[in-house]
């Protein structure tokens, strides 16, 4: 029991069974098909929330740059879905069957040598997480190794995602330009498109939000996650205490790559395509006002101000076509004046004391509902001659 209370509280756990309930049941039954997976690619957004709450809220790295690893594990994902689509059979009317049609269309005549792995769905499940690792550790080697954070780090982050989204719309051949990969159809022959696919995809990407949740609540509730709070607040006295601050910097990048890399892999089975729009500098700042919205220092806010931001940008497009970008800026302003700690500094501010008040009013109605009567009759007479 002590593990368990270490780990997660009682207004952390009601937090996950609240979110749970919500992806599950509530929106399931609430929504059709359309808004369903519209919801489910909000959903693959929310990976790259956490990711930012634990290294921007939790350890004071802010990364502009997140986009960057949402794209990788898309373009993995995208690149097996397309290639399974492209059969010799499906693509014989080509010059070269076999092959992508952007590749085609480009006069390649041959598979690249690095499409060739993706064939395998093994090797793409291990590149989804390996391969932002990968180039996370590269990043935050190279940057906190010689103590680059702050600003700077934001700069670069951005930076990279800049040269990421040029470099994928310049090798068209290779990548699909700026139109990305598109026409994704099977999973080892499983239709991905139709309405009973969908259905379980949604489910299997809120499976996958709910362990991101739980792993990244071990973190926080460990040694690593003390340590994490105490770089950003106090990274001298960490380092004068002997811990090798840029290893926990390295790390919790890394950590949120990954993170942000799931979300990519299945905001492409959702939507059915991965393109270099998602891998920019604007997206990238959009993912961190969905941190902010929802409160860079919690992770369940981080889902909320996901769905919250862009249910608001669907609705404010579809009512108001002219004005939901006033309407969005306004939801941005409101977060910076009004409430800067985001949708969890609100429930901590407000409804966590009264969610406490009655959890706390409803343990002293079971204490006085568990209580035994007072001692009458046959058993009270003979304890009290016993006691004589």
């Known amino acids: 029991m002590t593990s368990n209370k270490s780990f997660m509280s009682r207004q952390e756990l009601l937090g996950i069974l609240v979110v749970s309930a919500l992806l599950f ?72 069957p076999g092959i992508p049609d952007f590749m085609d269309w480009n006069q390649i005549t041959a598979l690249p040598w690095f499409w060739e792995p993706f064939n395998s769905l093994t090797f793409t499940l291990l590149a989804i997480i390996v391969v932002p690792a990968v180039f996370a550790f590269i990043i935050g080697a190279a940057m906190f190794k010689r103590r680059v954070g702050g600003v700077y780090f934001a700069i670069i982050t951005q930076a990279i995602a800049a040269i990421l989204t040029i470099l994928i719309i310049g090798q068209q051949g290779y990548t699909g330009g700026v139109n990305g990969i598109t026409d994704l159809r099977t999973l080892k022959g499983w239709d991905i498109r139709t309405d009973d696919a969908k259905y379980i995809l949604y489910y299997v990407n809120g499976a996958l939000l709910v362990g991101v949740l739980l792993l990244s609540q071990i973190v926080l509730k460990s040694k690593l996650g003390r340590l994490l709070v105490a770089v950003r607040d106090q990274e001298d006295r960490v380092r004068f205490s002997g811990y090798d601050v840029s290893n926990i910097k390295i790390f919790v990048f890394c950590f949120a790559a990954v993170f942000s ?14 393109s270099p729009s998602f891998v920019g500098i604007v997206p990238s700042i959009e993912m961190v006002i969905f941190c902010a919205v929802g409160g860079r ?92």
């Open 261 to 274: 890399a799931i979300g990519g892999a299945m905001f492409t089975l959702q939507v059915g395509f991965m």
């Open 25 to 96: 049941i509530v929106m399931p039954l609430a929504m059709d098909i359309f808004r369903l997976n519209l919801f489910g690619k909000y959903l693959t957004y929310a990976f790259v929330a956490v990711g930012l709450v634990l290294c921007w809220g939790k350890c004071g790295i802010l990364s502009l740059g997140q986009g960057v690893f949402f794209g990788l594990g898309g373009y993995c994902m995208a690149m097996y879905l397309k290639l399974e689509s492209s059969t010799p059979e499906a693509t014989a009317i080509q010059s070269t």
């Open 297 to 388: 220092l919690s992770i369940l806010g981080a889902v909320y101000g996901t769905l919250l931001v862009n249910w608001a940008k669907t609705t404010f497009s579809e009512t108001f076509p002219e004005l939901w970008l006033f309407g969005l800026g306004g939801l941005f302003i409101a977060v910076v004046l009004v409430f800067p700690n985001g949708l969890s500094g609100l429930y901590q501010s407000y409804l966590a004391p009264l969610v406490d008040r009655v959890v706390s009013a409803g343990k002293r109605n079971s204490r006085t509902d568990a209580a035994p009567p007072p001692s009458s009759g046959f058993g009270a007479e003979t304890t009290a001659k016993a006691a004589e």
